[in-house]
């Protein structure tokens, strides 16, 4: 097949596909949000999209269904631009993705987040559609602390620091815009942001009381060490831990 989007593809083509054995489908899920004075709003939504891509390749028998382009960012209204979804406008769309391709003979439906703020709205979702369709599996990753460990871990194998790899438009955000689209990174931009610690207390704060809390220009790490090179080892490596996570039958806790 030319594509694996189902939204390249008709009707005919997939209903033929999902006989054919293409049994899962594949959702990404971003926002749109801003990512620093650098960074275009679409950015968790573009990885989300190439990611979740680059797993339906590989998996050989899945689809990828129209990616989710917008999420939970409340903690980012401050700044121009962001469109944030109430956790409950979130969880009805999850919602009626699930209900409209179950309809169509998939057997597994997966939702892959980037963007923290999706997480736990996805996790709780997806929780719950599993109890009303018992027959099919609706998989999500929702550990969004593991996710960030494997993050860091890429990056320090780059010589990178778990505070310039940053939570957000930092040099992990930075470097994988700057392989996927450098053409909307305003690279004269590029200045550090909030470089401190960023536990579970942090992000907490940020979720309560929005990004300014720990930086006024939205960005958390430092963008100046980003690159090309490095953003094209983070997708590819994010993409093997995703495919080793679906392949356990996903992790969700
Ligand atoms: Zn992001």
Redesign the pocket.
Known sequence: MKTLRMEEMNWVDIKKAIQDGFKTVIIGVGSTEQ?GPHLPTQ??ALIADVMVNLIAQNLKNALQARTISVGCSEHHLPFSGTISLKKSTLKAIINDYIESLQKHGFQNIIFIPT?GGNFNPIKETVEQAQVKYPDIKILAFTDLMRFMDVQDKIAAGLNITVEEAGG??GEV?TSEVLFLAENLVKKERFQPGYLGILGKEEIEMLFEKGMPSLTDIGVLGDPTKASKEHGKIYIEKMVEFLINEIKKGLVRD
């Open positions: 990512h950015t968790d963007h957000h438009a955000e």
